[in-house]
């Protein structure tokens, strides 16, 4: 695997070269125009705000200097443009496939829906990486997303290996934990509260950026890849898994090499549902009622190592909730009803047939066979 190595202009931060290019970019900050940039101490108001608009002003940087990276980089093949760098024409909505969305950042959708996004995009002659920036010194959640993004690249791109680039600053925990696939690089902590302070009180100006785009920086609706279909590829596994001639839910379809990369994208998949009246076998306390009588069942992935059925229920009163049962015991989460679940949720409500309804005794012998995967 080849490692890019991390210049020492990138390394130290040395906005020499690219930092008048960072007041091209747009932020909101009109709640940090009385922000004290010159007094910032724990307990500080605003300070949330202050480190989200440091960590945004972090990814600009670094992807201005991958800019002049991928420029001097023969291997680099390929470097996907965004933020002020991308065409005008560029600046559209699309229903799926890669695009830039509104925020000027690289994203796959599928149905309007944003399936993941990508703080950049690059190639090589043989591999296709992406690129995540952070300033946040617990790495954990960062490296959960990886799966995601690394999955649906393989989809998109099924004859390039798919490699990741994480940049993160000196100090941050969790390195050794990021998968083989990734390369890291270490920056100094980015200090610069004089740039801060000036890009919030400092309108955009047109000061153009200095940059030649030759043929390897590319549009992002201009890549050529596998067309992916969100919901279509949620039905295909609901359907196949129940299709097998004499099995109720076919787990050992679940166990190939595909559909493990789908739990990457998805983390559940959806193999049917059960009535309230045979849930409460399970629960026999459980009073919540679901409209039209269906508790959605899926295998979710829980983590690396571990899988379980979890089922959501949407309430006659349109609440979306996750369950999960663990010795006897319900746990409940609230879903947010903007967020991708609730709309898969009513995506699967309207293709699920009356034979695909499971009872509590598969559901109890599943169970018991997924919890032995390995």
Same mark, same amino acid.
């Given at each position: ?33 009385? #922000?004290?940039?010159d007094?910032?101490?724990? %307990? ?8 989200? /608009? &440091? ?9 201005? #200097? ?34 830039i ?10 149905a309007?829906? +944003?399936? =993941?996004?990508?703080d950049?995009l690059?190639? =090589?002659?043989d ?9 946040t010194?617990k ?8 799966n995601k993004?690394h ?5 998109? #791109?099924?004859? @390039?290996?798919?490699?990741a @680039? ?11 934990? /990021? ?10 902590d980015?200090e610069?509260?004089?740039?801060? &302070? ?32 969100? /919901?279509? =590829? ?15 839910v ?13 739990f ?7 193999? %049917?549902f059960?009535?309230? $009246?045979?849930?409460?076998t399970?629960?026999?306390?459980? +009073? ?7 508790? #959605? ?5 829980? $983590?690396?190592?571990?899988? +379980? ?44 047939v ?13 169970? &018991? ?6």
């Open positions: 695997m080849h490692h890019f190595k991390i210049t020492d202009e990138i390394h130290n931060l040395n906005l020499d070269n690219i930092r008048e290019n960072l007041f091209n970019y747009s932020y909101r900050t009109k709640n940090l125009k009385n #922000f004290d940039f007094n910032i101490a724990e %307990g500080t108001p605003l300070l949330a705000s202050y480190s989200s /608009f &440091k960590g945004e002003v972090y990814e600009n940087i670094i992807f201005e #200097f991958l800019l002049y990276y991928a420029s001097n980089e023969p291997l680099i093949t390929r470097f996907v443009l965004k933020g002020p760098h991308q065409s005008a024409n560029n600046k559209f909505a699309v229903k799926s496939g890669m695009t969305d509104k925020s000027d950042q690289i994203v796959y959708k599928s309007y829906k +944003d399936i =993941t996004e990508y950049a690059f190639f =090589t002659k591999s296709v990486y992406f690129v995540e920036m952070s300033i010194k790495t954990a959640s960062l490296n959960k997303r990886l993004k999955a649906l690249l393989k989809i998109l #791109f099924p004859s @390039l290996t798919v490699r @680039l994480v940049v993160l600053t000196k100090g941050s925990v969790g390195i050794s934990k /990021f998968p083989e696939y990734s390369t890291i690089w270490l920056t100094k980015f610069d509260d004089m740039t801060l &302070k000036e890009l919030v009180h400092k309108k955009n100006h047109a000061s153009r950026i200095h940059a030649s785009y030759g043929k390897k920086f590319v549009e992002a609706k201009n890549l050529n890849y596998a067309k992916f279909g969100y /919901f279509q =590829t949620l039905e295909w596994i609901l359907l196949k898994s129940r299709s097998h001639s004499n099995l109720v076919d787990l050992n379809f679940f166990k190939s090499k595909k559909v493990q990369l789908y990457d994208i998805f983390s559940k998949l959806y193999i %049917g059960i009535t309230i $009246n045979d849930f409460k399970l629960l026999p306390d459980f +009073d919540k009622e679901a409209k039209d009588d269906r508790i #959605f069942v899926t295998i979710e992935k829980i $983590n690396r190592k571990s899988y +379980d059925i979890v089922y959501y229920i949407k309430e006659k009163s349109g609440k979306l909730k996750r369950l999960s049962i663990s010795k006897n015991e319900l746990a409940t989460k609230d879903k947010d009803l903007e967020g991708f679940t609730n709309v898969e949720v009513r995506f699967v409500s309207k293709i699920l009356e034979d695909q309804v499971l009872t509590p005794k598969t559901l109890f012998n599943l169970q &018991k066979n997924i919890q032995k995967w390995k």
